[in-house]
Each structure stands twice: as structure tokens, then as C-alpha cells.
């Protein structure tokens, strides 16, 4: 028994090393290309989910490689992680709509990412991250994005604020 309590010790110390050190893009496409998308997805978001959430957190940022890492992890995701997914890359189309913006259609709707992502908004909330998305849109200059940016900017315009009460 003891032997079995010392392995399990030895086994936890030997792994908290490589699920300390951060992913970086590179490592995640190799991965991905390696081991396929499924199984990357299910071994990120394993256990706690503190690497699927920090590679989430990464994406929302809106880095080109870090959208390149959200496009090939699209396959493997299931409904709960596609969901995770598109929330992220949602946030990521604030700070790069130039990069979001072509990784929509097929596996990721455009209308997914067009959206407030928030849970249960506010309407100041709502009309908060509307202004903000259409400012980012504005800010696309490539026209082969332009049928993209007018519906996601429809997407948007559709999206109803109301005038909070006060309460």
C-alpha cells in the first residue's frame, strides 16, 4: 500500500512540471497535427480544465498564432468545448476581428461569434460590447472580409438593448 501511495506522490511530482509550464502555439499545433484535435481537446480540458481555460484565455486575446491554434482545435471539440470555443474566439473579435473573422463558416458559425458571449448581460453590458465590436469592425480594411464584417455587423445590429429600469 505504501508503495502505491509513493507512486501515486511520485507520478503527481513528475506531471505538475509539464502542467505547470505554459502552451505556446507552436507546441499545441504540433500536438494537434500529431495526436489530432479530439484527443488534444479531451487531454487540455482534463481533470480541472485549468489548461483548456488558459488556452481559452489565450485565444480571447486575439494573437494570430493563438487563433491558428483556436482553427485546428475546432474539430475536436465536442458541444461543451465548441461552446467554450466560440465564446473565446467571440472575445478574440473585439482585439482582431481581421483574424476572427476568417475562421468563421462550416464548424464555426459566424453567428456564434457575432454575438454577446456574456451570460445573463446586463442591458448597459449588452450595448457596451455591441459599441465595441462595431468600433473593431470598422477597423477591417481587407475586403475579402467585407460579406463578413456587413453580417456580423447585422449580427450585432440585431442584437436588442433595452433601457434598464433602474433597478
Given at each position: 500500500m505504501r508503495h502505491v501511495a509513493l507512486l501515486g506522490i511520485l507520478t503527481a511530482a513528475c506531471a505538475w512540471p509539464a502542467l505547470?509550464?505554459?502552451?505556446?502555439?507552436?507546441?499545441?499545433?504540433?500536438?494537434?497535427?500529431?495526436?489530432?484535435?479530439?484527443?488534444?481537446?479531451?487531454?487540455?480540458?482534463?481533470?480541472?480544465?485549468?489548461?483548456?481555460?488558459?488556452?481559452?484565455?489565450?485565444?480571447?486575446?486575439?494573437?494570430?498564432?493563438?487563433?491558428?491554434?483556436?482553427?485546428?482545435?475546432?474539430?475536436?471539440?465536442?458541444?461543451?468545448?465548441?461552446?467554450?470555443?466560440t465564446g473565446a474566439l467571440a472575445y478574440a473579435l473585439l482585439k482582431n476581428p481581421q483574424g476572427?473573422?476568417?475562421?468563421?463558416?462550416?464548424?464555426?458559425?459566424?453567428?456564434?461569434?457575432?454575438?454577446?458571449?456574456?451570460?445573463?448581460?446586463?442591458?448597459?453590458?449588452?450595448a457596451k460590447w455591441k459599441a465595441e465590436a462595431l468600433t473593431a469592425l470598422s477597423r477591417v480594411k481587407a475586403t475579402s472580409l467585407a460579406r463578413e464584417v456587413a453580417a456580423c455587423r447585422a449580427d450585432f445590429l440585431a442584437v436588442p438593448v433595452h433601457q434598464d429600469s433602474g433597478a
Open positions: 505547470a509550464a505554459p502552451l505556446t502555439p507552436p507546441e499545441l499545433l504540433k500536438d494537434i497535427h500529431q495526436q489530432g484535435p479530439r484527443n488534444v481537446v479531451a487531454q487540455l480540458s482534463a481533470g480541472n480544465g485549468a489548461q483548456w481555460t488558459d488556452v481559452l484565455n489565450r485565444i480571447s486575446m486575439g494573437n494570430d498564432e493563438w487563433l491558428a491554434v483556436a482553427a485546428a482545435l475546432r474539430p475536436g471539440t465536442d458541444a461543451g468545448t465548441g461552446e467554450d470555443l476572427v473573422l476568417p475562421l468563421t463558416g462550416g464548424s464555426i458559425p459566424l453567428e456564434a461569434v457575432c454575438n454577446v458571449p456574456l451570460i445573463e448581460p446586463t442591458d448597459a453590458q449588452v
